[in-house]
């Protein structure tokens, strides 16, 4: 008995640098091996597209500029809201179009600032969602990849936070989100901070936070 293959859309591009096709190509495989056919596009027009869309199970977008229109933007929410299912990582979702406000709505959460701490931290999930499909069965681990530090939606489901020392600016060290998911209409999203260079996914567990994201992300 054969079973219908999914659709996933990937959307990457401009930006400096190879990091949007690099990143994305690493889950290529994955997603094929898990039933989805992939079409890859490197233009923010195919968010116009609405017969393409509503077909769409997932986006999983790494775009790194400042370029969409209000209609592709529009295209985009209307059909998460209808159920397609939109994932990504650090500034290819959190940083993309920083004045589309209803954007940053839909994700969730935007990259405020880069405190550009580097060296080695803990990602702590969320044991208030310890069962979420996302974490359920992971732990706490240990990471080299730089913090950020977003501002968010309160009505995320945060899975999982990173923490800030306190120093001149900030009196007290501080927790921020890392991971989270959202519902938006009948749509979900995923959205990762971690994920700012290819070799970051080299850590299994981020690699599988990832993984996990796109699937639950997806219609």
């Known amino acids: ?42 233009c923010l027009e195919v968010y116009e597209d609405c017969k393409l869309l ?24 209307a059909a998460v809201q209808g159920g397609m299912g939109l994932a ?3 500034a290819g979702l959190m940083n993309a179009f920083p004045e589309d406000l209803d954007y940053q709505l839909l994700v969730g959460g935007r990259f405020q600032l880069d405190p550009s701490e580097t060296g080695r931290h803990r990602v702590r999930l969320a044991a208030e969602h310890a069962d979420h499909p996302v974490i359920a069965g ?22 999982a936070h990173i923490a800030f020392d306190g120093d001149e600016n900030r ?20 959205a990762s901070t971690l994920g700012c260079r290819p070799d970051h996914f080299g850590a299994s567990e981020v690699r599988a936070l990832i993984e996990r994201g796109l699937l639950w992300a997806s219609r």
Not at 58 to 69: A, K, N, S, Y
Not at 141 to 158: K, M, Q
């Open 1 to 42: 008995m054969s079973h219908a293959r999914r659709q996933a859309l990937i959307v990457r591009g401009s930006g400096k640098g190879d990091g949007p096709v690099q990143t994305t190509d690493l889950f290529l495989p994955f997603l094929t091996q898990h039933g989805f056919d992939v079409l890859v596009e490197d």
């Open 171 to 190: 009196r007290g060290a501080s927790t921020v989100p890392a991971v989270w998911t959202r519902t938006w209409g009948r749509g979900r999203v995923f």
């Open 54 to 77: 509503a077909e769409t199970d997932l986006v999983v977008q790494c775009w790194q500029g400042e370029d969409i229109t209000p209609k592709e933007s529009a295209g985009l929410r």
């Open 138 to 159: 992971l732990h706490d681990f240990e990471t080299d990849a730089v913090r950020y530090w977003p501002l968010n939606d309160p009505l995320i489901d945060v899975l």
């Open 88 to 90: 990504g990582w650090h």
